[in-house]
């Protein structure tokens, strides 16, 4: 009787670990637009080696309540995987990994806070493992177009992104 519901346990957590993977490999993009991915976009173009100086002070100051900047062209925000992490046992723990093609940023403490915080803000479903609490996404784009931003109409920020990594 215990062998039994051993090996009906072990298959039942095959099959919700296999469904699990199936479902984050197959998912949909998410989009989101206006202030949730302007905030999604202010939290990581900071660190992004891609961009040049001139459109991370564009998105910083759109993200710091001004609209009317002299940067006129569209940035276009990525990264290739975002994983964060904070801890519910030690809750000093936060920090995120956010990976650009080959180069991986990590950061700890209040930078990680506020990407973490985004990410929820932006619908990413959090993931528990013994003692942490994990967000994740992959394929973020972001199109911030400061000219459409000034207009204040809600429009001019875009993200698409995966759920999960």
């Known amino acids: 009787m215990k062998l039994t519901i051993s090996v009906c346990l072990a298959g039942a957590i095959l099959v919700a670990g296999a469904s699990h993977v199936v479902g984050a490999s197959g998912a949909t993009p998410t989009k989101i ?3 949730t991915a302007l905030a999604l976009a202010g939290v990581i173009a900071p660190l992004s080696p891609t961009l040049s100086g001139a459109e991370k002070k564009a998105v910083a100051m759109l993200f710091a309540t001004n609209s009317d900047i002299p940067y006129k062209k569209p ?8 994983v964060c992490r904070t801890g519910n046992v030690d809750i000093t723990v936060r920090n995120c990994e956010v990976t650009f093609g ?8 209040p930078t990680a806070n506020e990407i973490y915080a985004t990410e929820a803000l932006a619908g990413i479903p959090p993931d528990g493992a013994a003692g942490s609490n994990f967000e994740s996404l992959s394929k973020l784009s972001c199109t911030i177009d400061p000219n459409a931003i000034r207009q204040k109409d809600g429009s001019g920020a875009d993200c698409t992104f995966q759920p999960g990594s």
Request: proline content about 0%; charged content about 20%; glycine content about 10%.
């Open 102 to 109: 080959k180069t991986v940023k990590t950061v700890n403490g």
């Open 33 to 35: 637009s206006g202030s």
């Open 75 to 82: 940035v276009v925000v990525t990264a290739d995987k975002i």
